[in-house]
C-alpha cells in the first residue's frame, strides 16, 4: 500500500483533478482552466540566492505537483503557475512553506529571462537593467499555490504569516502578509461539493464524514455516485483515511456500499472472535476446560491459543 505523501501527489497530477481544484478554488466551480492546457513541470525548485558569489549556498524544494495553464476566460487570457500541496495532516508553518515555494519560483523565473538576454545577446537600454539583468519591459507569470488538506478534522493552523509572528499591529503595516490559498473537506458545504466535476468530490466528500461511520455509510449509501467509483480514487481515500475498505485488487470500479460493509462485517466477525475468545479464557481458568480442549473449540493450535490469550499449558 503507498503511503499517503505518494498516493495524493499521484492522485493530483491528473490534469481533470487538477484543472477541477483550482476551477473550484479560484472560479467557485466554472469550467474555465481546461485539463488539455495544463503543461507539467519540474517540480524541483533550485535557487542560487542574491549576495556575494563566493559565499551562495543552493536552497532546493520539490513541490507536489507544479504545473503551467494559459486560461481563457471573457476572452481574456491568464498566464499563471499553479502548485498544489498535498497534506494528509494539519502543517502549523504553511504560510512560510508556501511563501518559500512561490518566491522560489518567481527568482528562477526571473533568471531564466536573464539567461534568454545573455542567450540572446540582447543589450541592455541601461546601467540599471545591466546590473540587474532584469529588464524594465520584462514581465514573470503569477504563481497561486493551493494547499489540499485530505484530513476530516478542522484545519487550525495558521492562514496567513502574520498570525505566525509576534508583533503588534504598529509593526505589522510594514510586515507583507501571506496568505495560504486552501481546501479543507470539514470547511465544504455539502451543496458546494456539486461545483467539483471530477471524483475529487467524492473524495473529499469521503473525507469530510470519515470519522463519523454512521454518517459515512449514510452519504455512500445514499449517493448513487459512490456506487462505481474508480479504482485510484478508492485507493486513496482508503489510504488517507485509514479506512481499510474491501474490495478486490483486479476491480476497475469500485462499490464503496460493499467496500464500507466490508468493514462492519469485519468488525462483527471479530467481535464474535473476542466474545466467544473471553468465554474459553473464563472456562480455562476455572478448570472446567484445558487448553488443549479450548484450542480445539476456538479452531486453534494450542500454540496459536496460547499466544492469542497469554495462557500457557
Known amino acids: 500500500m503507498a503511503d499517503k505523501d505518494t498516493i495524493t501527489k499521484d492522485y493530483m497530477q491528473d490534469s481533470e483533478t487538477f484543472a477541477d481544484a483550482f476551477n473550484f478554488l479560484i472560479y467557485g466551480g466554472k469550467q474555465v482552466i481546461k485539463p488539455e492546457q495544463l503543461r507539467p513541470l519540474d517540480t524541483t525548485s533550485i535557487v542560487l540566492p542574491y549576495g556575494d558569489e563566493s559565499k551562495k549556498v543552493p536552497i532546493q524544494r520539490y513541490r507536489d505537483v507544479l504545473k503551467m495553464v494559459t486560461a481563457m476566460e471573457d476572452d481574456r487570457a491568464a498566464y499563471l503557475l499553479l502548485g498544489i500541496e498535498n497534506q494528509s495532516d494539519i502543517h502549523y508553518a504553511m504560510p512560510i512553506r508556501n511563501m518559500l515555494y512561490d518566491a522560489i519560483q518567481y527568482v528562477n523565473q526571473a533568471d531564466a529571462i536573464a539567461k534568454e ?173 484445558t487448553i488443549a480442549d479450548a484450542a480445539k473449540r476456538a479452531n486453534m493450535t494450542v500454540s496459536e491459543f496460547e499466544e492469542k490469550t497469554g495462557l500457557k499449558a
Open 117 to 289: 538576454h545573455r542567450k540572446s545577446k540582447k543589450m541592455p537600454e541601461t546601467r540599471a537593467e545591466y546590473l540587474s539583468g532584469f529588464y524594465k519591459t520584462d514581465r514573470i507569470l503569477s504563481i497561486i499555490t493551493l494547499t489540499l488538506y485530505f484530513g476530516a478534522d478542522e484545519w487550525d493552523a495558521p492562514r496567513d504569516l502574520h498570525s505566525m509572528l509576534t508583533a503588534d499591529e504598529d509593526i505589522l503595516r510594514f510586515v507583507d502578509n501571506y496568505h495560504i490559498h486552501l481546501i479543507a473537506p470539514a470547511e465544504i458545504r455539502d451543496e458546494d461539493f456539486a461545483k467539483f466535476h471530477t471524483e475529487l468530490s467524492l473524495a473529499l466528500k469521503y473525507v469530510k464524514y470519515s470519522k463519523d461511520k454512521k454518517k459515512l455509510r449514510d452519504m455512500v449509501n445514499e449517493d448513487a455516485a459512490f456506487h462505481s467509483v474508480s479504482r485510484k480514487t478508492a485507493d486513496m481515500v482508503n489510504v488517507v483515511t485509514n479506512s481499510n475498505l474491501h474490495y478486490d485488487n483486479g476491480e476497475e470500479r469500485v462499490d464503496m456500499c460493499e467496500a464500507i460493509e466490508g468493514i462492519r462485517k469485519d468488525a462483527l466477525a471479530e467481535g464474535i472472535e473476542e466474545g466467544i475468545l473471553k468465554t474459553l479464557i473464563g472456562l480455562v481458568k476455572d478448570g472446567i476446560l
